[in-house]
Every structure is written in C-alpha cells, then in structure tokens.
C-alpha cells in the first residue's frame, strides 16, 4: 500500500513537472514572439543599412580611381619636365576608354587645357578654375556644367608634383546612377549625395521617386528634422556626424520613409536613400509573421511531446543517469591508480587547449625511474603498490582542476591550467621535484624511494596543440632520461634551466 502511494506521488510530482516545463516553455516562446518583432525590424534596417554602405563603397572605388590614375599621370609629365607629350595623351585617352570617367584634361599654368583626345579649351570653361584652388591635395567638386555639352558631373582635381597645375577628371552623374542601380537595395525610391551640413549635392539618377518631398527643400537634412521627433533626429544627427551609418523614419508632407544615410569617406559627402515606409512594414510583418506561425506550432507540438515524454522519461531517466554514470567513471578511470587513464586524460588536456587558445597552462610528463628493475627484483605485486602509491600522493599535489592521469605503465601526465606566470611555472616545477625527492613506496619491512624523470612544455610558446605541447615535452623527457635520469628538463631550457630531484 506504502509503495503504491509512493508509486502514485512519484507520478503525480513528474506531472507537475511536465505542465510547469510546458507552461514555462510557452511563457518564454510568448516572450521570445514579442522580441521577434523588434528582431523583425531590426533585421529589415540591417539590411537597409547595409546596401547603403555598398552603394557608398562602390562610389568612393569609383572616385578615388582618379587618385590612382592622376598619379601615373603626374609620373609621366614628371618625366618629360612638365611637358605634356603624345605618350601621355595616349595615357589619358587609355583611362577614358577603361574607367568610368569620359573626360581627363591637363591644365597647367600658363598654358591652355588640353584632354585626351589633344583638343585644348578655354580656360573660362569651367565654373572652378583649378590654378585658383588653395587648397592641397586631390579635390572633389560638383559642376553644374563643364563647358563640353555636360550638365551635373563631378570634377576631381589632381594636383602636379612637378609643376604649377592640375589634372582634371569628369565623372557624369549617370555613372553614378548606374553603380547605385547595379548595387543597391531594390525597394529604394530614391538616393541623394548630400554635404554634412544636409546641403544636397546631387539627386542620383536611376531611381523610381526623383522627385521625393524630401528633395524638395535644399536641405536634405531639413527635411527630415520636420518630419520627426526632436529626440529621435538628434540621435540620428549625432551618429551622422560622428560618420555612422544611421537610419530614421521620417514623415514629411505624408511622404512616410525609412531614410539611410552613411558617409562616403569622400570630402564631407554622405549618401543617403529612402525607401516608402510600407515596403519596410511589409517586409518586418512578413518576418514576424512566419516567425509567429513557427511559434504556435512549436507550442503545440511542445505540448503533446511533452504528454507523451514524461511517462518515458519517468522510467529511463533514473536508471540511464546512474547507467551513464558508472560507465563514464569506469571508462576514464585507471583501475590500479584510480587516475585517468591515458584516453581520458588526453581528451582533457585537448578538450582545454581547444577551449582556451588564450589560455596558458605547463604539461609535465614523467617515467618512474628503473621500473622494469624493480618489477624484476622486487616483484609485479611491488611494482603494483608503488604505481598505486604514487597516483594516490601526487593527485594531493595538485589543484582539483589539474588533470593527473596514468597514461602508460610507468608514466604519469600532469596538466596544470591557467598558469601564465614564469615564476609560478618554476615554483611548480620545484613542487613536483621535491615531491619525488620525499617520495617512497612499500610496507613496514620494505620501503622504496622512487625517483621520476620528467619533461616539461609550457601552452602556448611550446605547442599550440596537445599534439604538439606533448611531442615537446616528450622531447624533454628524452633528454633528461639521456642525461642521467632523476631530473626535470624543460623543453626552452634557455630560458627555465633544469631541475634535479
């Protein structure tokens, strides 16, 4: 009667435990729906955000080709002693036919301009004259018209090394449009180059909405101030000015967007593009959508499981957790030492190096000294005891975190972990000869004083790997074997020495 009543409270506890697993699963999948959709939407502005810095990394390859160009250039008028010649014509004419620029001219004091084709120009073409410029350095300006038939493009100034003058590239805003179209985010109604005081600078071509509100007014940034709140645009003017990438939902003049804006690394040139607010929701409700059907089923399913498991798990759990227990022991263990035994302690020793590749620790390896002798003099059984003895004393030796294991029939392995100082290394080491310095094995009437040699790596200097931390110090082992036995030998003895017991 007793053992039934404790058969049935046992039931009706794992129960309880089921429903308050189930009840706490669904609470926490209710949470996890409601962080889905802030997920949603910040999956949707990730994206946003990084076609904007696309879009700008493409812009600044294409502008700073001119760098690259104007220097080989600049070497061949260097060369002919500020002379423009047919070779360097020829150049010109190469990089027009090979970038994205339709137009390179050379203007060099006191003498007319002269592009690629050898044609040369009045110098009152242009609305910037680069003879008047102060300031040093490749420049980037926007012309409204270059004297040759093409309106909105972009002149980028290299200056001369030899000489008084510039070499000028003309980039259309056509380019521009058809990098951003190729590249770009496919939702954007529109894009804009702006300065950093919302100064706007061009409208890209190649966009379905030219024409946004939020181009009507000269600045960009104007714009999207009247269309937010204070707080949330002076957070967005504050990463834009700190040249983050940045977004916002702007309204203005009922044109609702999500705004992108990043900075171009050129002059104080941002990017920026909008994208209807609609198409944003649509792509978030979608994510979330998909996100809560997976959520109830997931509910439902969790719920029949867990009905159908708790009978199961009420009969397997106790029997396979004691089951799984004594064979791990039993399978790590060495019998005789009580130790781990060499699989074991190798998977440790590798599972912590894996784990910890910033990690420091001292791997020793040592032999008993004369094993085969005392076997043979003194006897299988002795040599038993002392093997004994020795992993039961020296596991004491050390931190319940180290790793001591039985690895062969005489030697023993000792992993210490996180150490990371010299002077604790040799502390340790000194630790580890005095013990064997004190050490003995036997009964009353017979009493051994073993002694060890041992090899000793430091993680990481000696090996990066267990694989190879071991072969070091399995290496040092050999020498102090070679030397005499009964000793210490580090792997970098340069820089630790040796110890003798």
């Not at 521009?176 to 706007?200: H, N, P, Q, W």
């Not at 071509?205 to 007014?217: I, M, N, R, V, Y």
């Not at 719920?303 to 159908?308: N, P, R």
């Not at 894996?354 to 059984?381: E, Q, R, W, Y």
Request: aromatic share 12%.
């Amino acid at each position: 009667m007793s053992d039934g009543k404790t058969k049935k409270n046992s039931w009706f506890s794992w129960l309880i435990i089921g429903i308050a697993f189930v009840v706490v699963v669904v609470v926490l999948l209710l949470s996890f729906l409601k962080e889905g959709k802030a997920t949603a939407t910040m999956t949707a502005e990730d994206t946003l955000l990084s076609s904007a810095n696309v879009w700008a990394s493409q812009l600044g390859d294409t502008l700073t080709m001119a760098e690259k160009t104007g220097g080989m250039i600049d070497d061949y008028i260097t060369d002919k002693g500020s002379a423009l010649t047919d070779d360097t014509i020829y150049l010109m004419d190469k990089i027009v036919k090979n970038t994205p620029f339709y137009r390179v001219m050379v203007h060099i004091e006191g003498k007319k301009p002269i592009d690629d084709e050898g044609k040369t120009y009045e110098t009152d073409l242009y609305d910037s004259d680069p003879e008047d410029e102060s300031a040093e350095g490749v420049s980037y300006t926007f012309i409204k018209d270059d004297g040759m038939g093409k309106d909105n493009v972009v002149m980028i100034s290299y200056p001369i090394t030899s000489c008084a003058g510039h070499i000028l590239f003309f980039l259309d805003i056509e380019e521009l449009g058809d990098i951003f179209t190729a590249y770009g985010y496919e939702d954007a109604s529109f894009a804009v180059l702006f300065k950093k005081d919302g100064t706007i600078l061009t409208v890209l071509p190649g966009f379905t909405d030219k024409d946004s509100k939020f181009l009507t007014q000269e600045s960009f940034l104007m714009s999207i101030q009247d269309g937010t709140k204070r707080e949330d645009y002076n957070f967005f003017k504050a990463k834009l000015y700190n040249e983050t990438g940045c977004f916002i939902q702007s309204t203005y003049m009922s044109d609702s967007r999500t705004i992108v804006c990043v900075p171009v690394k050129i002059e104080d040139w941002y990017l920026g593009y909008g994208v209807r607010q609609y198409k944003v929701d649509i792509e978030v409700d979608s994510a979330f959508r998909n996100l809560k059907n997976t959520v109830i089923e997931l509910v439902v399913v969790l719920g029949v499981f867990a009905l159908v498991a708790i009978g199961f798990a009420i009969y397997t759990a106790t029997k396979s957790r004691e089951r799984g227990r004594k064979l791990e022991d039993k399978a790590d263990m060495d019998l005789l030492t009580e130790l781990t035994n060499k699989a074991a302690t190798e998977r440790m020793i590798a599972d912590y190096i894996d784990s910890n590749p910033n990690g420091h620790g001292v791997l020793f390896i040592l032999d008993i000294d004369n094993f085969k002798k005392v076997n043979d003099t003194m006897g299988h059984a002795f040599g038993d005891t002392l093997l004994k003895t020795l992993g039961k004393e020296i596991r004491t030796e050390f931190r319940v975190t180290d790793i001591v294991g039985r690895t062969g029939g005489d030697e023993f392995m000792i992993f210490l972990k996180d150490i990371n100082d010299d002077l604790i290394v040799e502390r340790e080491a000194n630790r580890i000869t005095r013990f064997f310095h004190d050490f003995k094995a036997g009964g009353d009437y017979v009493k051994y004083s073993a002694t060890a040699s041992i090899g000793c790596a430091i993680y990481p200097s000696d090996g990066a790997t267990f694989k190879d931390l071991y072969v070091s110090a399995d290496q040092a082992l050999y020498r102090a074997k070679k030397r005499g036995k009964n000793q210490l030998v580090f792997y970098n003895e340069d820089k630790y020495g040796n110890n003798k017991a």
